[in-house]
């Protein structure tokens, strides 16, 4: 069992949280959450997310909801993921919860992860200057510097945007 004074989960632990899908998605879903969550809430975004239907069927949310509060829930909080209680049927996301991070590769609304995305635009960025820089026609006619100029707002763009949409999870880990 995991405890408070221990720095890291054992990896063979991370491997059996992150074995199950739901509590992938729990922890998912918690890390998206900006404190205390009800477990019935946990369950319908998870139902949702398994079914792709809002709401999911009944029979689903009521699946989750037994499969989470009798099995996934308690594992996650003997391991010192999450705090869970039972009475209040409420859980939020433990400190211990960041040495899954590396885990869990984020992945963006269009099906890749964040750094596949950071590595193509930094990838497709030089190819566009070197050729700019080379005398590619087209490329060329515009400043080798603008396009890099150009091509550094996309990086800021685009890195503001992710820290917004896991805003949560970047204000939880900034105040650990």
């Known amino acids: ?35 205390t969550i009800s477990v019935r809430d946990l369950s319908e975004v998870i139902a949702a997310t398994e079914t792709g239907q809002t709401p999911a069927p009944r ?21 010192g993921v999450i705090e869970y209680d039972r009475e209040l049927k409420e859980v939020y996301l433990l400190d211990a919860a960041k040495d899954l991070d590396r885990y869990m590769d984020v992945v963006t609304a269009f ?35 603008l396009w890099a100029s150009g091509f550094l707002g996309a990086f800021s763009l685009s890195t503001a945007y992710q820290l917004w949409t896991d805003r949560w999870n970047v204000l939880r880990n900034l105040r650990r």
């Open 59 to 79: 029979n689903v949310r009521e699946s989750v909801y037994i499969s989470l509060h009798q099995t996934h829930l308690p594992k996650l909080h003997e391991l």
């Open 111 to 145: 099906g890749i992860t964040w750094g596949g995305y950071y590595r193509s635009l930094g990838v497709f960025g030089l190819a566009v200057v070197v050729a700019a820089l080379a005398g590619v026609p087209g490329l060329a006619a515009v400043d080798p510097l």
């Open 1 to 35: 069992m995991f405890t408070q004074t221990q720095s890291r989960l054992p990896e063979c632990e991370i491997h059996t949280i992150l074995s199950n899908p739901r509590r992938r998605a729990a922890i998912k879903e918690l890390c998206s959450s900006p404190g």
